[in-house]
């Protein structure tokens, strides 16, 4: 058995990340390796990754199964790799810390079996902390990113630019009454 955790700040309301991170086609984009993801019913879904250790790599057929959706704090899920005695599961828990932040925490936990499970797990033990903390990095990045381009300009700098430009009109004219007077 593998675990491994990480915990990320998000600079997003938990509304936002959760518009994110309910639909299981973005958790599957974000995966290294990711090739394709297959939605078969609302909890189901089949992705295929590539993956590699050292010069190893090997295309993988994961069946992953979402055990409970609660909206906007909590995921949990397991997951089947086609063809390969491996299983696993693992959450997603978000918390709100500030309207626009919110902190997550990710673990996940494999399960190998069979003769070569001892074999499987010494090569994967340092690849699954990487392969988390990629994720993490990935999954900040789309939803801060998607966050700053759906966000409205600030309503003071829309203040702001509008003072500035009346404020200009108002200088040239100034301007030029001064122009005027001074010639008369």
Not at 47 to 53: N, Y
Not at 73 to 85: C, K, R
Not at 109 to 129: F, H, K
Request: charged share 25%; hydrophobic share 40%; proline share 4%.
């Amino acid at each position: 058995m593998i675990e491994t955790e990480q915990s990320i700040s998000i600079g997003s309301a938990i509304e936002a990340v959760w518009e994110y991170v309910a639909d299981i086609r973005n958790w599957a984009a974000l995966m290294p390796g990711s090739q394709s993801c297959a939605v078969l019913n609302r909890d189901d879904s089949r992705w295929t990754l590539k993956v590699g250790a050292g010069g190893l790599v090997k295309t993988v057929v994961v069946l992953v199964h979402v055990e409970r959706w609660n909206a906007p704090a909590e995921v949990t899920f397991s997951y089947a790799l086609q063809g390969d005695p491996v299983v696993g599961r693992g959450s997603y828990n978000a918390s709100r810390v500030s309207d626009h932040k919110t902190e997550v925490t990710l673990k996940l936990r494999v399960d190998g079996s069979g003769p070569m499970s001892r074999l499987w797990e010494a090569m994967s033990t340092p690849l699954l902390p990487q392969l988390a903390k990629s994720f993490s990095g990935r999954l900040k990045a789309e939803i801060e990113g998607a966050t700053r381009a759906a966000r409205p300009p600030a309503a003071s700098s829309e203040r702001k630019s509008v003072l500035r430009g009346l404020g200009r009109r108002l200088l040239v004219r100034w301007r030029a009454i001064i122009r005027s007077a001074s010639q008369q």
